[in-house]
């Protein structure tokens, strides 16, 4: 059984504020399983916590230690020999860790992480059919003002003309009048992350945006106005922005690759010409 929760207020005290209980080899046991026994010294506790939370945390603690030790003994019992033999999987594990340990420190000495533009460009114009947009991307602004703002007639021109001068007066009204300013011209964005932002209904993004580039829409407070600089459709080639962090990781897993291979030949090649080792003829 387990111990009750007076042992274990005890051991809480006992730890004096360490995150370890510190533990001799005078200890009461907070817990027994046939032969096995829990101590004080095996609770571990985070320093600073509250007693009545230490409390909690030392019962949960000692529980789970209790059926772990229960499961481990019926296992104990129920598996055969062989089924409890595990020497063979824990030398392969031990082996496959040695290994990508390794692999991985030649990799952190050897292996040129810098990926140049050109590069990037290069496999993006060699590859461009593997990176085809899966929804429509878009440039350009997004205004939110109150409902009913004056000047609005200046505020759609301005919109429209979407030029640097139209641009600054945009952010400065949205300023002066309480209004949210979004400029993403010189970058692009999907449009499913603007289309939670207006009021509308858009069954077909790629239909609605091909012929309406600047959208207006209400709500009971705000009026929005959506102009679409530039937009490319579902099904065409993403731009090389969108998609340059996924080049630059597939150019560094291809190096990691060719790096590992030559690093491997050249270990078997210096082992052969040692004479190593043996490959027995059938």
């Known amino acids: 059984m387990i111990r009750t929760p007076a042992i274990i207020c005890i051991a809480i005290i006992a730890a004096s504020g360490c995150s370890l209980f510190n533990g001799s080899n005078h200890e009461e046991p907070v817990a027994r399983v046939f032969e096995q026994y829990l101590y004080p010294s095996d609770l571990v506790i985070p320093e600073g916590t509250p007693v009545q939370d230490s409390l909690i945390l030392a019962k949960r603690s000692i529980e789970t230690w209790v059926k772990d030790q229960l499961m481990l003994h ?16 824990i030398a392969e ?23 140049t533009r050109q590069e990037m460009q290069s496999y993006y114009e060699e590859n ?19 409902l009913n703002s004056p000047g609005m007639d200046e505020l759609r021109q301005w919109s429209r003309s979407n030029g640097a001068d139209e641009l600054d007066k945009m952010e400065k009204y949205c300023i002066s009048h309480t209004g949210k300013y979004n400029d993403f011209n010189s970058s692009w964005i999907y449009f499913s992350s603007i289309r939670p932002q207006l009021p509308l209904t858009i069954s077909n993004p790629s239909g609605y945006l091909r012929y309406n580039r600047n959208i207006e829409a209400t709500d009971a407070a705000f009026t929005y106005l959506l102009h679409v600089s530039e937009h490319l459709p579902e099904g065409e080639v993403a731009p090389l922005e969108l998609v340059a962090g996924d080049i630059s990781a597939i150019i560094l897993n291809k190096r990691k690759i060719k790096l590992i291979n030559e690093l491997e030949s050249s270990i078997f090649s210096d082992a052969q010409n040692r004479e190593q080792f043996t490959i027995y003829p059938n």
């Open 74 to 89: 019926r296992a104990e019992q129920v598996l055969t020999e062989e089924q409890k033999d595990f020497e063979k999987q």
């Open 128 to 146: 461009s059919n593997n990176f085809l947009l899966s929804q429509d991307v878009i440039k350009g602004t997004l205004i939110k003002v109150p």
């Open 93 to 115: 594990y031990r082996r496959a860790l040695l290994i990508y340990s390794y692999r991985e420190k030649l990799l952190h000495q050897k292996l040129d992480t810098v990926v």
